[in-house]
Antibody, heavy 119, light 113 residues
């Protein structure tokens, strides 16, 4: 199983951060898995952003809920993250990861992608 | 939110010696209906993504060396490395998945003395 994040490494303040996670080696439509996003500001700890099931509604961390959208594209075996109205505080390495259904630990992670918010 | 607090923030241990990291949750992560603790441990080496080591507080992920063990229940948990190897230098995180938002400890940096 491999997960690979992709998207712009630089986003301007107030704009929308958009990332995609491409999954290979497993079907994103599997009934066995959830898919999630986690971020890590430089030199800091881990923050869960949100999680989605291929056929269900996503759920988000409350602190970001008003700005986050996570969606799934089963035809491309991908899931995506959009974070609107970004500020410098959103600068971080963004990871996509897999969770088993009905449990919330992350058993496979992508390598991560650094997104810097700067004008 | 459940707050996860790890101690110490950093730790230096000699090669071959035992390393112990503590993780405390602000409320119990033990689900009474199945008697499982919803607690995981991860290892993050420099420049790498986190790697799952332990889930259900004490179940080792496949391929994880048996020098890594997890223990505890309710609100108090411990990750133990029985005999420190050079490749164990990393930051270690605990995570609760009892309820959303899933939350992580602040991390413990483990170094060689």
């Amino acid at each position: 199983l491999q997960l690979q994040e992709s998207g712009p490494g630089l986003v301007k303040p107030s704009e929308t951060l958009s990332l995609t996670c491409t999954v290979s080696g497993a079907s994103i439509s599997s009934s066995s898995f959830y898919w999630g996003w986690i971020r890590q500001p430089p030199g800091e700890g881990l923050e869960w952003i949100g999680t989605i099931y291929y056929s269900g509604s996503p759920y988000y961390t409350p602190s970001l809920k008003s700005r986050v959208t996570i969606s799934v594209d089963t035809s491309k075996n991908q899931f995506s993250l959009k974070l609107s109205s970004v500020t410098a505080a959103d600068t971080a390495v963004y990871y996509c990861a897999r969770l088993l259904v009905n449990v919330g630990y992350f058993d496979y992670w992508g390598q991560g992608t650094l997104v810097t918010v700067s004008s | 939110d459940i707050v996860m607090t790890q101690s110490p923030d950093s730790l230096a241990v000699s090669l071959g010696e035992r390393a112990t990291i503590s993780c405390k949750s602000s409320r119990s992560v033990l689900y009474s209906s199945n008697n499982k603790n919803y607690l995981a441990w991860y290892q993050q080496r420099p420049g790498q993504p986190p790697k799952l080591l332990i889930y259900w507080a004490s179940t080792r992920e496949s391929g994880v060396p048996d020098r890594f063990s997890g223990s505890g229940s309710g609100t108090d948990f411990t990750l133990t490395i029985s005999s420190l190897q050079a490749e164990d230098v990393a930051v270690y995180y605990c995570q609760q998945y009892y309820t959303t938002p899933y939350t992580f400890g602040q991390g413990t940096k483990l170094e060689i003395k």
